[in-house]
Every structure is written in structure tokens, then in C-alpha cells.
């Protein structure tokens, strides 16, 4: 079974402080795991895909399969990345391309 | 940039009554979804659509709910005869025409109150 968990409901920052957010899954086979966020009153769209290896909005999140994690991480937080953040997980080769999705963090950047 | 188009944007509906969400895909895609949110909760992945058929479902999408692609634009998703607990945020979402792997463009989803 596929699992997404996202221990954070809410991370609190100020502006340029350096934002991590949290992913760990389970799953048995090769995952692909994706980052998707929600800005206010906008729908969910992609933020970026492991396969991918790029930065975007200056956020990049490594696939560490050895503590099954997926982190979101910025090194200087502006305030337009609050948003609903959320990971998700599709199985690889062999596996359901169905995406299970986390719970969501709520980001919070203060000025 | 082509998007996902869902309406209502918001449905209100007594209990027992029959709800019918639609959704408008982005044109050449080939997998369908419909995921909900109920309020405070995770995105629930409910069902997905593929050549004209349902792909996988959940546990979630038992005999009250179905859907159809009518006319090859439209998608839509059925509550035969809702229940309190159906109140959510219901999103549509497409991917494709890659492999089923491609990332999903969500609508902006229509929340539904059941009263």
C-alpha cells in the first residue's frame, strides 16, 4: 500500500528564514514522488517532481530512499510561498500511477 | 495555458438527494480523476477514467457514486443520494497523454454542503 505522511500541519517562519517541509512515505517498490501546493484561492497545481531534479521558486526536494523521505526545502522563505503544500506518491514501473497525497503543511511566511 | 474547468464552484443539497459535479478536462489528456477534501482532512483519491472506463476506485466510491464522460468533453461525477458526510471539496483533475505517471492538472474544485 502506498502511504504519504506529512507530520506538520502548519510551519510558522519569518521572511528569509530557511523552510523545510517534512515527507516520508511508504511504499514497497520505486516511488515517484511529487510536490503539489495550493496558493490561496488557487487551485492545486505541480510544484515539482523528483524525476525532475530542478529547483523551482528556489524550492528543491531530494528522493532519500534509505529514510523514504521527500523534504521540501527553500534556503530563504518569502512571504508569497505561504501556501498548502502537499506531497504525494505514485508508484513506479509495476506499480498504481494513482497519486496518494499527504495530509498537507500550511506554510506560513511573516513579513 | 489550457486548464481543468469544474462547476458548480459551490452546491448545496438537502440529504438524499442526487448531486451531479461537473467537469471539463484539458482537452488531450486521457486520465481522468476525481479526488475530495473534506474539510480539515487529507485529498482522498476516489476514482480515475481511462478509455472509457474506470480505471481504479477507492473504498470511498461505493454503489452511490459514479461517473460518466457523456459527450467527450465532459466528466462527471454522481452522488445518487448524498449524505451528511459527502460535505467536501471535490476536485477533478486530468494527466496525459503521456503515461499514467504525468502529473495531474487539478480543477479548482467544487465544494459541496449537504444539509
Known amino acids: 500500500a502506498q502511504r504519504v505522511t506529512q507530520p506538520e500541519k502548519l510551519l510558522s517562519v519569518f521572511k528569509g528564514a530557511p523552510v523545510e517541509l517534512k515527507c516520508n512515505y511508504s511504499y514497497s517498490g520505486s516511488p515517484e514522488l511529487f510536490w503539489y501546493v495550493q496558493y490561496s484561492r488557487q487551485r492545486l497545481q505541480l510544484l515539482l517532481r523528483?524525476?525532475s531534479r530542478e529547483s523551482i521558486k528556489g524550492f528543491t526536494a531530494d528522493l532519500n530512499k534509505g529514510e523514504t523521505s521527500f523534504h521540501l526545502k527553500k534556503p530563504f522563505a518569502q512571504e508569497e510561498d505561504s501556501a498548502m503544500y502537499y506531497c504525494a506518491l505514485s508508484g513506479g514501473s509495476g506499480g498504481s500511477y494513482i497519486p496518494t497525497f499527504g495530509r498537507g503543511t500550511s506554510l506560513i511566511v511573516h513579513p | 495555458e489550457p486548464e481543468v474547468t469544474q462547476t458548480p464552484s459551490h452546491q448545496v443539497t438537502q440529504m438524499g438527494q442526487e448531486v451531479i459535479l461537473r467537469c471539463v478536462p484539458i482537452?488531450?489528456?486521457?486520465?481522468f480523476y476525481w479526488y475530495r477534501q473534506i474539510l480539515g482532512q487529507k485529498v482522498e483519491f476516489l476514482v480515475s477514467f481511462y478509455n472509457n472506463e474506470i480505471s481504479e476506485k477507492s473504498e470511498i466510491f461505493d454503489d452511490q457514486f459514479s461517473v460518466e464522460r457523456p459527450d467527450g468533453s465532459n466528466f462527471t461525477l454522481k452522488i445518487r443520494s448524498t449524505k451528511l458526510e459527502d460535505s467536501a471539496m471535490y476536485f477533478c483533475?486530468?494527466?496525459?497523454?503521456?503515461?499514467?505517471?504525468?502529473?495531474?492538472?487539478f480543477g479548482n474544485g467544487t465544494r459541496l454542503t449537504v444539509t
Open positions: 482537452s488531450n489528456h486521457l486520465y
Open positions: 523528483h524525476i
Open positions: 483533475a486530468s494527466s496525459g497523454p503521456g503515461a499514467g505517471n504525468s502529473p495531474l492538472h
